[in-house]
């Protein structure tokens, strides 16, 4: 490994490896050549097989990949800009949003494209409030204002998924809430992952296309202005980049914690900060643990784990492990 660290294209191969082993796995076990057979075979052959493939697991794992790629690269967007190690892509309220838009839905009895839609514009509309308070707050530091900002518009949209549950049937509604905010692949459909897919790359390309000014905001605002960048511009651009990309996620997923701030940590450790580098190795790293997650929901146990869960009790320890290891290097 040389002293920018690892290639992220390396990366790919994990990848790969993580979703073949998600394809043969589960409560109804697979071999290799079944699992490639009934793949080639295409949606209307291979028997079982077939069905179990293209039905059930093909469009998890491709859900698995997506969102935990948009999760982890918001993640390490809202690091750089915010200068801190510790942020996460909920930290303007999005996944607040989100959820109380999806607990409403429900509330309401709509139908699961509504809850989504419901899901992505509650979401939207948190980070837009943040960001109409933050902007008429002057003389302040404007990322201290966007993170308290983030804060208090969170607390407020909790609120009112704690209310929704309050109001819910005991015995229909609130069990969906309750399953939707621990988050889960198990209802994503091949129609979900169509919609959701221009969605977060609508918000991918033009992080890539800003790859080399991003690096300029772990400066001060100061210093990134004298090298010509809109420090305003670019961050309000980044935040509009990474909350879609969160909201399309969480939409069709529900809330799913501790990527967005884990995976870029390991990243990092792996192919340096460097942003070009940093946000290939973080969504090929992200998609991977997600569809690896998900993978053990659906397998260790006879029923099945909801994802949130499952993503905290590994996420935590991980993150608590990179800490101590960044600790010891610096």
């Known amino acids: 490994m040389s002293a920018r660290?690892?290639?992220?294209?390396v990366l790919v191969l994990p990848a790969v490896l993580v979703a073949v082993a998600a394809l043969v796995s589960g409560a109804y076990p697979l071999a290799l050549a079944d699992a490639l057979s009934a793949l080639l075979a295409g949606p209307a052959g291979g028997g079982e097989?077939?069905?179990?493939?293209w039905?059930?697991?093909?469009p998890r794992i491709l859900a698995g990949l997506l969102v935990g790629m948009a999760l982890s690269v918001a993640g390490a967007a809202y690091q750089g800009m915010f200068r801190n190690p510790l942020v996460s892509p909920d930290i303007l309220g999005v996944s607040a949003g989100a959820g109380a838009g999806a607990s409403i839905a429900?509330?309401?009895?709509?139908p699961i494209a509504a809850v989504q839609g419901a899901a992505f514009t509650g979401g939207m509309l948190a980070v837009g409030s943040v960001?109409?308070?933050?902007?008429?707050?002057?003389?302040?530091?404007p990322v201290l204002v966007l993170v308290l900002a983030g804060v208090a518009v969170g607390?407020?949209?909790g609120a009112a998924i704690s209310l929704t549950k309050v109001l819910a049937d005991p015995s229909v509604e609130l069990p969906s809430i309750t399953f939707w905010l621990l988050g889960g692949l198990n209802a994503v459909s091949i129609d979900d992952l169509a919609i959701a897919v221009p969605l977060i790359l609508c918000g991918?390309?033009?992080?890539?296309?800003?790859?080399?000014?991003?690096n300029l905001l772990t400066l001060s605002d100061d210093e990134s202005a004298s090298m010509g960048i809109n420090v305003v511009r670019l961050r309000l651009a980044l935040i509009a980049c990474a909350t879609l990309m969160t909201a399309a996620a969480v939409s069709i997923a529900g809330i799913i914690g501790w990527i967005g701030l884990v995976v870029p940590h390991a990243a990092r450790l792996l192919?340096?900060?460097?942003f070009s580098r940093l946000l290939p190795a973080t969504a090929l790293l992200g998609g991977a643990f997600l569809v690896a997650a998900d993978t053990l929901a659906r397998s260790a146990a006879s029923i099945e784990l909801p994802l949130g869960i499952l993503t905290a009790l590994v996420g935590a320890p991980v993150f608590l492990w990179l800490l101590a290891r960044s600790g010891r290097q610096a």
């Open 5 to 9: 660290g690892l290639h992220p294209l």
């Open 204 to 214: 991918l390309a033009p992080m890539w296309l800003l790859r080399w000014r991003i």
């Open 106 to 110: 429900i509330l309401l009895g709509l």
């Open 55 to 58: 039905k059930l697991r093909l």
């Open 49 to 53: 097989a077939g069905t179990v493939v």
């Open 131 to 141: 960001y109409a308070v933050a902007s008429r707050i002057r003389y302040h530091d």
């Open 271 to 274: 192919v340096g900060p460097e």
């Open 155 to 157: 607390t407020l949209f």
